[in-house]
């Protein structure tokens, strides 16, 4: 158990692009290292998804996991995303709250297509695709942009409804 250091806005690591893992790295005690601590990282800021870049490792790679939010009927399992690329999504958008581990103490509302799916390698090396909706999909995109050097922020179309989370919880929360 180890949980990393999170890299915040401003550190150049959050804007570079991350490489692609040689599929031959993944099965390395190194590596499958690296994928612990990044699950116990989420865990232990209580995030539901953390993207290498953000404990300062430019590789795409990043976790997911869910355990109870309002907006989701059913939890997300723990599912760890190495090389994922999003191969289709919907046109259609729906807007919803994000923040970021990078970002403290921020909320602000983003457009994110209503499904993706996506093809990845799992932590064994498998090829997986999949599918995911609402706020699993959300999640994914935001990850996803996190491998491509991209924040939150960048996907607002404006930043007025951008909020401190001690005023988020009073006048935003829905
Ligand atoms: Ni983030």
């Given amino acids: 158990m180890a949980a990393l250091n ?5 550190n150049p690591v959050l804007r570079k692009p991350s490489e692609a ?3 031959e790295a ?3 005690k190194a590596f499958q290292r690296l994928l612990d601590n990044m699950v116990d ?3 232990a800021c209580e995030g539901v998804g953390i993207a290498a870049p953000q404990v300062g490792v430019s590789k795409q790679i990043a976790v997911i996991e869910v355990k109870h939010d309002a907006r989701m009927q059913q939890p997300i399992p723990l599912t760890v995303l190495i090389n994922p690329r999003i191969t289709a999504a919907a046109s259609t958008t729906l807007e919803d709250w994000e923040g970021c581990l990078s970002v403290n103490d921020l909320r602000g509302r983003v457009p994110r297509a209503a499904w993706v799916e ?3 390698l799992n932590r064994k090396g498998e090829k997986v695709r999949f599918r ?6 959300r999640v994914v995109q935001h990850e996803c942009d996190h491998l491509a050097g ?3 922020l960048d996907r607002m179309p404006n930043l007025l409804t951008l909020s401190h989370l001690e005023e988020f919880a009073r006048f935003c929360e829905e």
């Fill in 6 to 10: 999170v890299s915040k806005l401003g």
């Fill in 118 to 120: 996506v093809e990845m």
């Fill in 132 to 137: 995911a909706e609402g706020f699993f999909a």
């Fill in 41 to 43: 990282t989420m865990r």
């Fill in 21 to 23: 893992v040689p599929k």
């Fill in 150 to 152: 991209r924040v939150f």
């Fill in 26 to 28: 993944i099965s390395s």
